[in-house]
């Protein structure tokens, strides 16, 4: 079992950065793939970067350049940093936990999400 709690959420204007925090609790975190997805209202949900065990990042095509995915596997912890905030990036943003030893994403476990609003 998996508990993931995010944190850093807020109200930003364009141009503006955020940092994201999702601490993890339980088991084998330096063994999965950990990610981060996001929803806006009235759409699917979709992956916005994913971390690998070994680091490797890849993102979403919507926001490369601006957006950085990082874990600390000594804190149990995944960030993702977020500079040029654009009025779409405005979303409820989701991490999410891979199944041990597997590239697999999304997996069974999600935060509780947190608010990421950018306007004028």
């Known amino acids: 079992q998996v508990q993931l709690v995010e944190s850093g959420g807020g109200l930003v204007q364009p141009g503006g950065s955020l940092r994201l925090s999702c601490a993890a609790s339980g088991t084998m975190f330096s063994l999965r793939a950990m990610g981060w997805y996001r929803q806006a209202p009235g759409k699917q949900r979709e992956s916005v970067a994913v971390i690998t065990r070994s680091g490797s990042a890849n993102y979403g095509d919507s926001v490369k350049g601006r957006f950085t995915i990082s874990r600390d596997n000594a804190k149990n912890t995944v960030y993702l940093q977020m500079n040029s905030l654009k009025l779409e990036d405005t979303a409820v943003y989701y991490c999410?936990?891979?199944?041990?030893?597997?590239?697999?994403?999304?997996?069974?476990?999600w935060g509780q999400g947190t608010q990421v609003t950018v306007s004028l």
């Open positions: 999410n936990a891979g199944p041990p030893l597997t590239a697999t994403m999304p997996g069974d476990y």
